[in-house]
């Protein structure tokens, strides 16, 4: 069963919990590793589309890095699209609706998205169709845990079927880890795992997926 249902995200919203549990940080976070990633000049003049957008955090970023594009921000969740407008409609403009409802754009961008979607795939088509390229960021080769959020793992030859398609993996803020936690759960406990017969871990990945759209004219 997938626990993802408009009305669960819009509680999480609503509710303050995907605030209290940093999800603006790590939005922010996933941004600006995106701007990084992307084919995108800095004088790009066109649409840019965040499929997905939570609470619009990483439109400052991309407003900073992409001065002259038109920034959009979709999402499905009315409350996330009503935080979005009162904090960012100065930089983008918010749309609350569905994935067939989205509209054209030369970018579509969804980060920490797909992983969470059913029908993961029949959505990476539509969005084709309203864009000239699609990316898409996901947790790269995640163990899946049922009952929780993430229903989707992905590798490399996860999108294979598309045309042209191109992957990146890299590691983000906001999804491994850095810090005091990496010399902790990651190079600390390192060194005692295989005394104890346990496995070495490695740290969390990510992997960017650029996949080219059907839109001639955007």
Not at 57 to 69: C, N, T
């Amino acid at each position: 069963m997938n626990i993802n249902a408009k009305d669960y995200w819009e509680n999480r919203f609503a509710s303050g919990d995907w605030e209290d549990k940093e999800g603006r940080l790590q939005t922010k976070n996933f941004a600006k590793n995106i701007v990084k990633l992307i084919n995108i000049s800095f004088d790009f003049s066109g649409k840019i589309l965040d499929f997905g957008c939570g609470l619009g955090d990483a439109m400052p970023i991309y407003r900073e890095h992409f001065e002259r594009a038109s920034l959009i921000g979709v999402d499905r969740s009315k409350t996330a699209i009503a935080k979005c407008k009162e904090k960012y409609s100065d930089i983008a403009e918010f749309i609350e609706c569905d994935y067939i409802e989205v509209t054209k754009a030369d970018v579509i961008i969804s980060c920490a998205v797909f992983e969470h979607l059913s029908d993961q795939m029949e959505i990476a088509k539509h969005l084709l169709t309203k864009c000239t390229v699609l990316y898409i960021f996901v947790p790269y080769k995640e163990t899946i845990v049922f009952g929780k959020e993430h229903v989707n793992s992905y590798d490399d030859n996860s999108f294979n079927d598309f045309e042209k398609c191109n992957s990146t993996i890299f590691i983000s803020k906001g999804w491994s880890q850095y810090g005091l936690r990496l010399w902790l759960d990651i190079y600390l406990k390192n060194l005692l795992r295989p005394l104890l017969g346990k496995k070495i871990v490695h740290r969390k990945r990510m992997i960017m997926f650029q996949l080219k759209g059907k839109l001639q004219n955007g």
